[in-house]
């Protein structure tokens, strides 16, 4: 009989199933203790009496396989009942959600389900014991009290919810294995590119999942300080979603293209990282602080701004579910060009929040490590050429005076030494010298600005993080910004409006927000569609609903060739059609019915001699108003049947519409050649 099967299915066989990437998905672990006390409001049957509720409580993991059931008592004819009872959940391995599930009990024959609702496991992730109602579908509310105590592993823990559960900005380990490579210095060379003894990393990696904040890293648990870099290396690659998060991913990786100017590319990064969840953002900011350190050593440790990026792109860039080395060559021109332009790009960021402890062990590290002066110990450096060609003008100990100065206070102390010893100096190395003091200067422009900064810092922390349709316009911001970095002109802002999801027919709201200036800035922006775009959240608080609204948009804007913001007649058939033939939930499988649906009118009110006309604004209102964006959503709510149900569906849906859609296109066109 094996010899029968296909070669795929014999190796499965014989071998045993490797689970593929799509299938390998972790969820959280722990323990759970839930009161579930009562519930409010539950429905009633179509005759008006109520059911004999009961509750039924399940942990449902990311793959949406539902646990075995734990269950209450049954309480006799209520909307109300009252259970108290309590529920002990010993160990919860690979969980997303809890779902509980309110049905009627029935004697003889399969229960039916009156109301259910989910909960978020990483909602609870603090450890703190909560007294919730969670809201049920489709009526009443259920009123529990919970405590969940996290023990999932620190490799594959998301970084929020890691920050959540050690109470910092900014996880631990990433903390510690930064201050015990800096510490160690930065002589190693290869360090990054060089692999660490495996191990010791398992070693360390077991460590950490036990003690994610008490793990201590040293000379005496890793002699060579590859084995940590390594260590972070993986942390970073084991993350479930990538440090610079999945709904980012495309923003960053267009800044790969040489199309775009080095001012748009640098304004367009800037806007992106400060997208970024407020989690991410510290540990993004505070890593790439490190990385660039690291670069400017690369004469002893032989990793420049490219080598670094080689070697570190993917880990940082990389998501999930994509296969490594797909997109390998633009993660790496992406991650180099940071690296090399992050003086500049930090100058226009907020400083991270950085734990105290943390901050002062490396401001002490810092402060010990030799001082890297670029115009005296950079090989590559013309100044350095300068001063080396000067140096049997000015005194012996000029080189090693500046060299133990830090960089500000070189800016005083060298126009001291200059001002004595000026007519020792040609003019082209007086010249070379001043640009080397303005370049100090600038240095200390920007250190003032972050001191200033830095006073706000704890203020700044509290407020919460901006809603994710401002994250996301923000991040689109600086790639419509071409006529100047950080403006739009009133063509910018409506094509990135349309883009977004509103169109503009006129330039009144533009002038509205400029008070009648040319350009609108990123400030005035932000500040406008925090509240105009807030009927947009729910599309991009899921990966999935962001997925299918931004493809029906351009779906739209593909029958509109004008950009008129409206499509009429076979443009609308042609638009039906493809939300018909993909994953668009609630879709009317009558074309007639689908633009009456739009228009919010009835069929017999329609005016036949008047061609069709949908304009984009209505369009966006009936994808929100019937949920049609809903399909892509994470099935755990529903029910296995509903879903079966709506597999089934799809091919009725496009056979029925096939027909219609071949009478109405005659008749729509004889109204259009008639008009």
Request: aromatic share 8%; net charge neutral.
């Amino acid at each position: 009989l094996l010899l029968l099967l296909p070669m795929d299915k014999l190796k499965d066989v014989v071998f045993g199933k490797k689970p593929s990437q799509d299938d390998v998905v972790s969820g959280l672990c722990g323990e759970l203790s839930l009161i579930i006390t009562e519930a409010k409001n539950l429905p009633t049957a179509s005759n008006g009496t109520a059911y004999d509720p009961y509750c039924v409580v399940h942990v449902v993991s990311p793959n949406n396989i539902h646990s075995k059931a734990w269950r209450t008592g049954v309480r006799k004819k209520t909307t109300n009942p009252f259970w108290d009872n309590v529920v002990k959940i010993p160990t919860i391995m690979d969980g997303e959600a809890i779902h509980f599930i309110v049905k009627h009990w029935i004697r003889l024959g399969k229960p039916k389900v009156i109301a259910e609702g989910i909960l978020n496991l990483h909602d609870l992730i603090g450890g703190e014991e909560k007294t919730l109602a969670v809201a049920l579908q489709p009526q009443g509310t259920l009123d529990i009290s919970i405590l969940y105590e996290d023990s999932t592993d620190l490799f594959g823990l998301s970084i929020e919810d890691a920050c959540i559960r050690e109470g910092k900005s900014i996880p631990y380990i990433i903390t510690e294995c930064v201050c015990e490579i800096e510490r160690r210095g930065y002589a190693d060379v290869g360090l990054y590119r060089t692999a660490g003894n495996a191990r010791i990393i398992r070693t360390l990696q077991d460590e950490f999942n036990k003690d994610p904040v008490g793990t201590k890293l040293g000379a005496d648990v890793s002699p060579k300080i590859t084995a940590v870099a390594s260590l972070l290396k993986l942390y970073l690659r084991d993350l479930p979603e990538q440090i610079f998060t999945e709904h980012l991913y495309e923003a960053f990786m267009n800044f790969a293209s040489n199309l775009l100017t080095h001012e748009k590319r640098i304004s367009g990064v800037q806007g992106t990282i400060s997208a970024l969840p407020k989690a991410n953002f510290d540990s993004v900011v505070f890593l790439l602080e490190h990385f660039h350190r690291i670069s400017t050593f690369s004469d002893q440790n032989m990793m420049s701004a490219q080598s670094l990026a080689t070697c570190l792109g993917p880990s940082l860039f990389t998501p999930a579910g994509e296969v490594r080395g797909s997109n390998v060559h633009n993660q790496n021109v992406v991650t180099q060009f940071i690296l090399e332009n992050w003086e500049t790009l930090r100058r226009g960021l907020e400083p991270p929040e950085v734990p105290e402890e943390v901050e002062k062990t490396l401001r002490d590290i810092r402060g010990t490590q030799p001082k890297r002066n670029l115009s005296l110990t950079s090989q590559h450096s013309t100044h350095a050429t300068v001063l080396s060609e000067a140096s049997d003008s000015l005194p012996a100990d000029f080189a090693a005076r500046i060299g133990e100065l830090d960089e500000i206070e070189q800016i005083t102390k060298l126009k001291e030494l200059l001002n004595i010893h000026t007519e020792k100096l040609s003019p082209q190395q007086q010249l070379m010298l001043n640009s080397k003091l303005d370049e100090l200067k600038s240095i200390r422009e920007s250190v003032r600005i972050g001191r200033a900064r830095t006073l706000v810092k704890t203020r700044k922390s509290s407020v919460a993080p901006p809603p994710v349709h401002l994250q996301f316009a923000s991040a689109l911001f600086g790639t419509h910004a071409e006529t100047k970095p950080d403006h739009l002109t009133v063509k910018e802002f409506r094509r990135l409006c349309y883009e977004l999801g509103k169109y503009f027919n006129d330039n009144k709201t533009f002038q509205q927000l400029t008070k009648g200036e040319e350009f609108l800035t990123r400030n005035q922006f932000q500040r406008w569609w925090w509240t105009e775009g807030e009927f947009l959240a729910s599309i991009y608080s899921s990966y999935s609903r962001h997925r299918l609204f931004t493809q029906a948009v351009a779906y739209f804007q593909y029958y509109d060739l004008d950009r008129t913001g409206t499509i009429e007649g076979p443009s609308f058939i042609g638009l039906y059609q493809d939300l018909l033939n993909h994953s668009y939930a609630n879709i009317s499988d009558n074309v007639v019915e689908c633009y009456c649906s739009i228009k919010q009118t009835t069929e017999k009110k329609l005016n036949k001699g008047e061609p069709w006309k949908c304009t984009f604004n209505e369009f966006v209102a009936w994808l929100l108003r019937i949920n049609a964006v809903s399909q892509g959503d994470s099935p755990s709510i529903s029910s296995s049947s509903s879903a079966k149900n709506t597999l089934k569906s799809k091919a009725k849906k496009a056979n029925k519409a096939k027909t219609a859609t071949t009478k109405l296109a005659s008749s729509s066109t004889t109204a259009t050649t008639t008009t």
